[in-house]
C-alpha cells in the first residue's frame, strides 16, 4: 500500500503539467509551443502509431527498395515519440513544460527532415509537395524569428540540393518560382501570426488592467478613499499572520462618528459626507504606516495596529480623538487587543469585541 502524502509518478507528473499550464504563457495567449507542448501526449501517440506503421511497411513490403537510413529515420521518430509519451507519465513530465523551445525545435526537425528523406530515398527532388507542407507547418509551429529564419534556409537549401543530385523535369524558372513562393508563404504566416499574438496580448493587457482596477475599486471606500470591509480583511489577513508568526499584539480600534445622523438631518448629506473625508484625513494623520484604516460602515471606522499593545493602541487612539476634533468631527472609541497565545488572532471577533467595548464608551459619555 503507498504510503499517505507518497505521490506517484504519474500524480507528480499531472502536478507538473498543471503548474506549467498556468504560469507558462507570460502573457502570451497564443503561443505556439506552449500549444504543442500543451498537446504533445496525443501528438507523440498518433506519432508512434504512424511512423510504426510506416516502418513495418517499409521493412516488409516487396514492391519498394527504401534505403537504410530512410528506414533507420522512421523507427527513430516512432521510438523517439514512444519515449516522448512514456516520458509524460512520470515525473520527468516536467522536463517537457520547462524546456517549450528544445520540443518545438526538435518537433521543427522530425517535421523537415522526413520529407527532405523521403525524397532524396527516392532521387526526386519535385514535385515536394511534402516538403513544401513541412516548411509551411513549421513556420506555425517555431516561436522565434531566429527559429523559423534558420529552419527556412536549411529546408530550402536541402530542396536544392536535392534539384542539384537528382535533377527536375521542370526549368530553373520554374522551380526558383516555387521555392519563392514557399518563403513568402513563410513569411505570410509568420506575419499573421505575430500581428495576431500582438493584438491578442494587448486585449488581454487591457482585460488585465481593467480586472485589477475594478479589484483594486472593490475593495476601496468611494468617498472616503479608505479600504472597505473587504479590503480590511483581505489587507489585515496579512499583518495578522505576521504578528502571529513573530509572537507580536494586535490591536483594534473601532471608531463611531457622533451625531452624524443628526448633522445630515440639519445641514444635508453633503455635509455629513464632507465631514467624513475630513475625518479620513485625520485618521491618515493619526495612525502609523503600517496600520490597516477602513470604513466599515456609514460612520462606523476600524484600525488594525499590528504589533500593538493595549497602551499602544490607547495612545493612538487618544491621538485620533484630538485629531478628528481639529476636522470638527467627534468620535467615539472601543479598544480590543489580541495577545500571542496559542489561538490565532481573529479579525472578526477583534472588530466585535471593539465595537461592544465603544458602545460602552460612547454610553458612559
Not at 229 to 235: A, I, N
Request: proline share 2%.
Amino acid at each position: 500500500m503507498r504510503s499517505i502524502g507518497v505521490r506517484s509518478w504519474s500524480d507528480r507528473a499531472h502536478h507538473s503539467r498543471e503548474v506549467w499550464r498556468s504560469t507558462a504563457h507570460d502573457g502570451d495567449p497564443v503561443r505556439s509551443d506552449l500549444v504543442i507542448v500543451q498537446g504533445l501526449a496525443t501528438i507523440s501517440a498518433l506519432c508512434t502509431v504512424l511512423f510504426g506503421t510506416v516502418f513495418v511497411w517499409m521493412v516488409s513490403a516487396g514492391d519498394y527498395d527504401f534505403t537504410w537510413w530512410s528506414k533507420t529515420y522512421t523507427f527513430g521518430v516512432a521510438a523517439v515519440s514512444a519515449a516522448t509519451w512514456c516520458a509524460l507519465h512520470t515525473a520527468r513530465a516536467g522536463l517537457f513544460y520547462r524546456h517549450t523551445d528544445t520540443v518545438t525545435l526538435v518537433s521543427a526537425i522530425m517535421i523537415v527532415a522526413s520529407p527532405v528523406l523521403g525524397y532524396a530515398s527516392a532521387g526526386s527532388a519535385y514535385p515536394a509537395f511534402g516538403l513544401v507542407l513541412a516548411i509551411v507547418a513549421f513556420a506555425g509551429v517555431l516561436q522565434r524569428r531566429t527559429h523559423i529564419v534558420v529552419f527556412t534556409t536549411a529546408a530550402v537549401s536541402a530542396w536544392i540540393a536535392l534539384a542539384v543530385v537528382h535533377g527536375t523535369d521542370v526549368s530553373v524558372e520554374t522551380f526558383a518560382v516555387s521555392i519563392v513562393r514557399t518563403v513568402l508563404v513563410v513569411a505570410v504566416i509568420h506575419f499573421f501570426r505575430m500581428k495576431t499574438i500582438d493584438l491578442l496580448s494587448e486585449k488581454y493587457r487591457l482585460v488585465d488592467e481593467a480586472r485589477a482596477a475594478a479589484d483594486s475599486l472593490s475593495h476601496v471606500d468611494e468617498l472616503t478613499g479608505l479600504l472597505n470591509r473587504r479590503g480590511l480583511t483581505r489587507r489585515a489577513a496579512v499583518d495578522l499572520d505576521s504578528c502571529r508568526e513573530h509572537a507580536l499584539p494586535v490591536s483594534v480600534l473601532y471608531l463611531d462618528v457622533d451625531g452624524l445622523k443628526e448633522m445630515n438631518d440639519l445641514s444635508g448629506h453633503d455635509a455629513g459626507d464632507a465631514a467624513l473625508v475630513r475625518l479620513a484625513d485625520a485618521l491618515t494623520e493619526s495612525f502609523r504606516g503600517q496600520d490597516v484604516i477602513a470604513r466599515v460602515g456609514g460612520d462606523e471606522f476600524v484600525v488594525v495596529l499590528p504589533g500593538a499593545d493595549r497602551a499602544d493602541a490607547v495612545d493612538l487612539g487618544m491621538v485620533a480623538q484630538a485629531e478628528s476634533s481639529t476636522a470638527a468631527v467627534s468620535v467615539s472609541i472601543g479598544v480590543a487587543v489580541w495577545t500571542p497565545g496559542p489561538d490565532a488572532p481573529d479579525l472578526d471577533l477583534l472588530i466585535r469585541r471593539a465595537d461592544n467595548a465603544m458602545y460602552r464608551e460612547k454610553a458612559r459619555r
